[in-house]
Nanobody
Framework: QVQLVESGGRLVQPGGSLRLSCAAS????????MGWFRQAPGKEREFVAA????????YYADSVKGRFSISRDNAKNSVYLQMNSLKPEDTAVYYC????????????WGQGTQVTVSS
């Protein structure tokens, strides 16, 4: 059974940094593209960043370009999201998701980790 477990979310001041981690199990990790999504209260879930299975291609939402960085370590079955220059509008539950090669959608999701940016 595929499991994705996020960690690293917490309360941080505006301008601060956080690194989220997502540990995957029950799958062949390098057969999956991985993504980060977020959902703020009262809003729909939105795309944040994605990385292909090899790390060769990376994509970001315009709202986080230049501030967030996605990476992966296939030897550790993990994907990361480094978040810098955090803003209050980055406050959300952050989800890790996996998309098997050849699939059109992200079929595997973690439970989420809360990030709160506030002074």
């Amino acid at each position: 059974q595929v499991q994705l477990v996020e960690s690293g979310g917490r309360l941080v001041q505006p301008g601060g940094s956080l690194r989220l981690s997502c540990a995957a199990s029950g799958l062949t990790f390098n057969n999956y593209d991985m993504g980060w999504f977020r959902q703020a209260p009262g809003k729909e879930r939105e795309f944040v960043a994605a990385i292909t299975w090899s790390g060769g291609s990376i994509y970001y939402a315009d709202s986080v370009k230049g501030r967030f960085s996605i990476s992966r370590d296939n030897a550790k079955n993990s994907v990361y999201l480094q978040m810098n220059s955090l803003k209050p509008e980055d406050t959300a539950v952050y989800y890790c998701a996996g998309r098997r090669l050849g699939s059109q959608s992200y079929d595997n999701w973690g439970q989420g980790t809360q990030v709160t940016v506030s002074s």
